[in-house]
């Protein structure tokens, strides 16, 4: 293990206990083929149903031990037999996580759901939301995570405080059908599909609805929904201060909503939105507790299950870095106005290699202490490209 910590004012037992309790939900569209609106390459051995999504879901929580929830889409994952679903997620040591509904892939939603000017379209959107709460009492299932994939394309298209107005209606629908104990996480995104106005495109507006809905409605933050340069951890900072902080959708991205593996170029931010989130649960911000960290990525080139098990790792990798913040020493630079002197705790604690420490907590668990070697000799990969040979027929991408 590495010694340096000691040095650190770092009490490493409760940093192991904390990564031994940190868990990070894996998307089953991300184990489905999926691509880019010019194409969908066919990954040899891609899962093609849920059961096979949750069967390779299964292999990454097994190797890194630290993801024993799967979020589903709907109608992407649609089954008849939910119990059947939840019974066999179980027997692979999973549950089933948020329920995630699809308003951006009928005709009838050219122009929105939930904000339609047609009242029709948007009771056939508030009905399919409801129908995704049935799914998550079916699977027992307490996050409903809604991304609303409209707005307009040119000024002047549609009222925007009429859009407004309608989604604030649509979404009281939705909540009051709310059973108690059930989160609903509001997703927020700058653009895309719609490019002049999206209807929720910031955490502010998000926050609004939230607060205007109740206790129970949280803003998800999406780490690829945002426009270039934004402070992310600033964010999370005033979500958690407002209590509403109610989880991620992690990913990593250069240019646009580009759906990366999470830390792959931002690692710094990462490792800096977890920094946040510690220093409010040290402070006693009960919202810290209670944040659901999600993955969200679709991978494109990229093999699938190896794509999830490295996503999975560096956001374990940023999170125990953040534990390794020397918060004592963070406040006293800051109360002492040294401009730099907080910036180098930082550093410190992000510079430290902490891949001894997170080979010592799989071994203290019976894990393999490098899980991408262990996949990659497991044999899994070939086998389920030897049994899944047909092309992939449930994904929800278009082409796929
Ligand atoms: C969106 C958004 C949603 C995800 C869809 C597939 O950009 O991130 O969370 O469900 O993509
Ligand atoms: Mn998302
Ligand atoms: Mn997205």
């Known amino acids: 293990m590495n010694n340096n910590l000691g040095k ?14 940190f868990t990070v939900e894996t998307p089953s569209w991300g184990y489905g083929d999926s691509g880019t609106r010019f194409k969908v390459f066919h990954w040899p051995g891609a ?3 849920l059961r096979e999504k949750l069967a390779d879901a299964a292999q990454v929580n097994q190797l890194t031990g630290i993801c024993p929830s799967v979020a589903i889409h709907i109608p992407w994952d649609k089954e008849d037999d939910w119990q059947a679903v939840k019974e066999y997620a179980h027997r692979l040591g999973l549950r089933i996580g948020s329920v995630n ?6 005709d009838i939603y050219r122009l929105g759901s939930l904000c339609h000017v047609d009242k029709q379209v948007r009771q056939r959107g508030i009905a399919h939301v409801l129908e995704c709460i049935q799914i998550a009492q079916a699977v027992d ?7 609303l994939a409209e707005g307009t394309n040119y000024p002047g298209q549609d009222s925007l405080r009429g859009r407004r107005h309608r989604l604030l209606e649509s979404l009281q629908a939705i909540y009051a059908a709310l059973p108690t104990g059930m989160r609903f996480l509001i997703e927020y995104k700058f653009f895309e599909p719609a490019f002049y106005s999206t209807d929720l495109p910031d955490w502010g507006t998000s926050l609004l609805m939230a607060q205007k809905l109740g206790s129970q409605a949280e803003v998800l933050v999406d780490t690829g929904h945002h426009p270039q340069g934004t402070n992310i951890p600033q964010i999370v900072a005033q979500l958690l201060d407002e209590d509403r902080l109610g989880g991620f959708h992690f990913n990593d991205r250069k240019y646009a909503d580009d759906d990366l593996i999470v830390g792959s170029l931002n690692p710094f931010e990462l490792f800096c939105i977890f920094n946040e ?11 810290a507790g209670r944040i659901a960290y999600m993955i969200d990525q679709s991978h494109n080139i990229e093999p699938k299950i190896e794509a999830m098990i490295q996503s999975v790792l560096n956001i374990q ?4 870095k953040a534990l390794l913040v020397d918060r004592a020493a963070l406040r006293k630079a800051q109360e002492a106005s040294d401009v730099l002197g907080g910036y180098r705790v930082l550093q410190t604690a992000y510079e430290t290699d902490v891949r001894p420490l997170l080979a010592e907590v799989r071994a203290r668990q019976g894990l393999n202490p490098d899980p991408i070697t ?4 497991s044999g899994y990969a070939e086998s389920v490209e030897r049994e899944r040979a047909a092309v992939a027929t449930t994904s929800g991408y278009p082409g796929a």
Do not use: H
């Not at 509904?101 to 009928?106: A, D, G, H, I, S």
């Not at 262990?374 to 000799?377: E, V």
């Open 8 to 21: 650190q004012n770092i009490d490493i037992d409760a940093v192991v206990g904390k990564i031994q309790q």
């Open 47 to 49: 899962a093609r149903t």
């Open 101 to 106: 509904p699809n308003l951006f892939q009928e």
């Open 141 to 147: 299932s307490n996050i409903l995570s809604l991304w």
């Open 277 to 287: 989130i510690i220093d409010a649960g040290a402070e006693g911000n009960a919202n």
């Open 317 to 320: 990798t940023a999170y125990a």
């Open 374 to 377: 262990a996949f990659r000799s």
